[in-house]
C-alpha cells in the first residue's frame, strides 16, 4: 500500500504534525486520535512547514484545506478560523510603552526641577493625556502603530 500523509489538526483547524503512514487499510481522515487531534488527508509531497504556517484546515461543508491570510500583528490570534485582536496584549504593550513616557518624565514633577512654572504645568498637562491613552478606542488597523500619541513637550 502507498504512503499515506495526514496532518494532526487541533480544534482551530491547525496543523500541529503529520503522520506518514502505509499500515492503514482505510481512509482515517476526519477520526480523532487520542490527544484530541483531528486526522486529516494531506497531499504527500505537500512540506508540513509550509502547511503549519500558511494554511489551515476548515471543517465547514465544502472547505477543506484552505489558505491563512497573513496575520495582520503580533498580537492577533487565529481563532475560529479568522485572526482575531488580543486586546489584552495589545493594550499590555500600550500600556507598557506609555509608563516608559511617564517614567522619563518624573522628573519634572519634582519641586527643585529646572523648569518654570508654566512648563511644569505643560509637563502636567502631558503626563495626565499619557494616563488618559487607555481610554481612547481602538485604532480601526488594530494596529500599536496607530495609537495617537500625545505630543512631548520640546523641552523634555
Known sequence: MPLVKYALIDEEGNPVGSVETGDFTADISGQVDATGFIYQAIDFDKDISTTDAQWYYDDRPDRGW???????????????????????????????????????????????????????????????????????????????????????????
Open 66 to 156: 484552505s489558505w491563512r491570510p497573513q496575520r495582520p500583528s503580533e498580537f492577533h490570534e487565529w481563532k475560529s478560523k479568522i485572526w482575531t485582536l488580543n486586546q489584552e496584549q495589545f493594550w499590555v504593550r500600550v500600556r507598557a510603552q506609555r509608563d516608559t513616557k511617564l517614567l522619563k518624565s518624573d522628573w519634572t514633577q519634582a519641586p527643585d526641577a529646572p523648569l518654570t512654572t508654566e512648563q511644569k504645568e505643560i509637563c502636567r498637562a502631558y503626563r495626565q493625556e499619557l494616563r488618559d491613552l487607555t481610554l481612547q478606542p481602538l485604532p480601526s488597523s488594530e494596529l500599536i502603530e496607530d495609537i495617537v500619541w500625545p505630543t512631548k513637550p520640546d523641552f523634555l
